[in-house]
């Protein structure tokens, strides 16, 4: 499993069920949806996945990771939110995973003067991927991403002990400084949104 990263330099409150990475038990959904919180419609999600022991997005080290020795080495991503340019500048993408190019494509051509992107990367059981399966934004800002795991297709060989890496990358239709928190849930199931949520639904 690949370390963690260094947080963010938002607070990120991360509710993701463990289910989301297995192959096999009993799963249940976080729903760490905000109450109230109202349906975002418009955003633009690419999934890049990898069947190496290297996750498909890092990002290059910087000056404060330490030893001099490991400055080539690029730092695993977790979870990070993208605020600027440069910011984006920072992920590196590896050009052997799947859908690598398309997640590259997604975070350079952001505007983030109006919109930002939320990447959450982690091992999934080589027989599943992930879905983005709603997405919320709460009365005070913060987005909400619910993820959950599905079966991949009956055609592709996988074993159920064996994992892959997989990085989501979220096109967030607000810019990052019209927000101060971000909360992830998921589960095994994919379930419809809240009806309070799709009752308040909004394209920002």
């Known amino acids: 499993m690949v370390p963690p990263a260094t947080p963010s330099r938002r607070a990120l409150l991360i509710g993701i069920a463990a289910g989301l990475a297995g192959c096999s038990g009993t799963e249940s959904?976080?729903?760490?949806?905000?109450?109230?919180?109202?349906?975002?419609?418009?955003?633009?999600?690419?999934?890049?996945?990898?069947?190496?022991?290297?996750?498909?997005?890092?990002?290059?080290?910087?000056?404060?990771?330490?030893?001099?020795?490991?400055?080539?080495?690029?730092?695993?991503?977790?979870?990070?939110?993208?605020?600027?340019?440069?910011?984006?500048?920072?992920?590196?993408?590896?050009?052997?995973?799947?859908?690598?190019?398309?997640?590259?494509?997604?975070?350079?051509?952001?505007?983030?003067?109006?919109?930002?992107?939320?990447?959450?990367?982690?091992?999934?059981?080589?027989?599943?991927?992930l879905k983005v399966n709603y997405v919320t934004r709460a009365d005070d800002g913060d987005p909400n991403v619910q993820l959950c795991r599905v079966i991949r297709d009956a055609g592709i060989d996988c074993e159920r002990d064996a994992y892959d890496h997989e990085a989501v990358a979220v096109r967030l239709p607000f810019p990052a400084d019209e927000y101060n928190g971000f909360s992830v849930g998921g589960g095994g199931s994919c379930d419809p949104a809240p009806q309070q949520s799709r009752n308040g639904s909004d394209s920002a």
């Not at 999600?45 to 020795?69: H, K, L």
């Not at 910011?87 to 995973?97: C, H, I, N, P, S």
């Open 29 to 129: 959904s976080t729903n760490e949806y905000p109450p109230d919180g109202s349906l975002v419609t418009d955003y633009t999600v690419e999934i890049a996945r990898s069947s190496t022991d290297a996750p498909p997005i890092t990002q290059a080290p910087t000056d404060d990771d330490g030893d001099a020795d490991d400055a080539s080495t690029p730092d695993p991503v977790s979870n990070r939110v993208l605020e600027s340019e440069s910011d984006a500048a920072e992920l590196v993408f590896d050009d052997d995973a799947m859908n690598a190019a398309a997640a590259r494509r997604l975070v350079a051509e952001t505007n983030y003067a109006s919109e930002s992107v939320f990447v959450y990367q982690r091992p999934v059981g080589e027989c599943y991927r």
